[in-house]
Each structure stands twice: as C-alpha cells, then as structure tokens.
C-alpha cells in the first residue's frame, strides 16, 4: 500500500517537471493571483477631526464664543523679540506661539513660552518648487528626498521640544513634488497627533491633509495685513464681530511686530467683555490634546530671561524681523 501511495507520488511530482506541468502550475498560480488581485477589499476611509464645515477655525454653535490667537515669528533674528515676548506673556491669556526651528533662540523661546495653558506650534520653513526660495535654518524642500524631508520635520520638532501642531503655508502644493513633500510634512504631523494651520490663501493642502486625517484648520483672521494700529484694532473688531455673531470658534493669526503686540495688548480688555473665551487652539476643540512631541528637560537655562516691560510702548529701538513674504517664511 505504501510502495503504490510512493509511486502515486512519485509519478505526481515527474509530472510536474515536465513542459506540460510546468504550463499547468504557471496557468494556476496565474489564475489564483488574478482572483486575489480582483477580489473587493473592504475600504477603511480616513478619520478627520472635525473643527469646521468649511476648513477653518470656526465650529458649529458652542456656550461661549472662544478666539485662538497665534502669534508667529518667534525664533527669528531681530532687535528687541524677547522684550515683545514678555509683554505677551505678561497678558496671562492663553496663546499659541509658532517658534521658527533651528535657530539659536529657538529652544530657548520655546521653553519660555511654554506654559500651560499656552501652547507651542512648530513654524516650519517650508520653500516650494514655485514660490520663494527660503534659507531659513530647518527649512523643508520639495528638491529633498523623501527621508529627508521626514527627518528634517522630525529633527525641527525635537529643535523646540513640545509641540501641538504645524504651522506653515500649506498652498503651494499642486505640483508633483510638492504634493510629495507635503503628504509627508503631515504624516509626520500625523504620526504625533499635531494639528496643520494653513497659512496659505487658497490651502491646496487641505486635500491631502484630508485624506491623511490630519486635522487641517485656516486663520479666520489675520491681525497685521495692514501693520499699523489702526489696522490691527480694525481685525480685532472683526474678529470679535465674527466670535459673537457665529458664536463659535475664531483663530486670529499675528506676526511678533511692536504694532500688533501693542494694539493687542490694549484690545484684551474688549475682547473680555464680549464674553469670549481666549484660548489656544488646542482649546477649540476638547477632541484636540496638546501631547504630541518630547518632553522638555526640567533644567533651567543658563541664558537670561527676557524683561518684562511695563504696558506703555515698545521703545523705538524694537525692530522687526527681516521682512519678506505675508509672515516672512
């Protein structure tokens, strides 16, 4: 019995050597591929973090109308950045601060600025294969390779410490090798729970950020497209008008400049007694935790805390970061 089962066998496996079962085995093989290859798959679709119907910051009706303000440009080189940064924290108000990597008051600022319940935003340099070019330290590019662009978000994360979200313009992204580079900008951002602010217009971003489900929000306001007080005081008032008559959720975005933290610092007050909340953006949504990214080391810095002046006016000396495109990326 065991002898014919061996030859049974035996015969199979010659057969299978042969031209003819050679043909036989590919045209199965080909065959199941094909029928796995074709068979419906079950299609997980993507999971987005609903903070608008419109891809902004606002949200449906809420108890209390909440404005985030953003204050971005910190980190960079100029005359005068720390005494407008003590001013602002002198305020007491929740503030989201996006802090430029790499640079060498970067962590420093970081580490100030850090404190509950404010909140630290990475400002990521980013140049597009249309657009200006940046040579800011950290900056991502779409000539990069895919790792490095990965590694360089990464690396300007780790540059500040903790972070909640992105902020970079996001709108340039229509090319192939942009759309390249951003797709992996959030999915880094992904991967850590960060938000994407879009500091772009048109925010091509958006789609890409969408299929990522990475939460993707847009100013509703800029404070300092006209950088005089009148113009800032004038997108206060706009932002508080939107606050209230919505009733729900409004992220006002401004450059560190003297006129805006000042105009700022004197609008506080009206911004409180239309009863709205100021919170960080992180705040605007209690779907949104601000844990994503390292812990900061517990020891103190060596270098000097910045000054906190009083209320009046920056002095003259302050002066601005180099100027450049709308928020100087």
Do not use: C, H
Request: glycine share 8%.
């Amino acid at each position: 019995m065991f002898k014919r089962a061996f030859a049974a066998i035996w015969r199979g496996v010659k057969a299978v050597f042969t031209l003819k079962g050679l043909l036989t085995s590919l045209l199965v093989g080909a065959l199941v591929a094909g029928v796995l290859l074709f068979m419906p798959r079950e299609v997980n679709e993507p999971r987005r973090v609903e903070m608008t119907g419109d891809s902004t910051g606002s949200t449906e009706p809420t108890a209390t109308p909440r404005i985030a303000i953003v204050i971005v440009g910190l980190g960079a080189q100029g005359k005068g950045l720390d005494a407008l940064i003590g001013r602002l924290m002198s305020l007491n108000v929740p503030l989201t601060y996006g802090i430029f990597p790499a640079t060498d008051a970067s962590r420093r600022q970081a580490r100030l600025v850090d404190v509950a319940p404010s909140e630290v935003a990475l400002q990521l340099p980013i140049a597009f294969s249309q657009g200006p070019t940046s040579k800011r330290p950290g900056v991502v590019t779409s000539r990069m390779r895919r790792r490095q662009i990965a590694r360089q978000v990464v690396t300007d994360i780790y540059s500040l410490g903790r972070v909640a979200g992105i902020v970079a313009p996001g709108g340039y992204a229509n090319g192939r090798t942009d759309g390249q580079m951003m797709r992996i900008v959030l999915t880094m951002a992904k991967r850590r729970n960060l938000y994407f602010l879009d500091l772009e217009d048109n925010g091509s971003a958006s789609r890409i950020a969408d299929g990522l489900g990475v939460q993707y929000l847009k100013p509703d306001v800029v404070l300092d497209d006209v950088q005089t007080a009148d113009g800032v005081k004038s997108q206060i008032s706009v932002a508080i008008n939107k606050a209230v008559s919505t009733q729900g959720n409004i992220i006002v975005v401004g450059q560190l400049l003297p006129v805006t933290v000042n105009t700022l610092m004197d609008s506080i007050d009206k911004i409180r007694k239309a009863d709205i909340e100021l919170t960080s953006i992180s705040g605007l949504s209690a779907s949104t935790e601000p844990t994503a990214g390292p812990s900061l080391p517990t020891t103190p810095t060596l270098e000097p805390s910045p000054t906190i002046l009083p209320t009046s006016t920056v002095p003259p000396t302050t002066t601005a970061p180099a100027p450049g495109s709308q928020f100087n990326f």
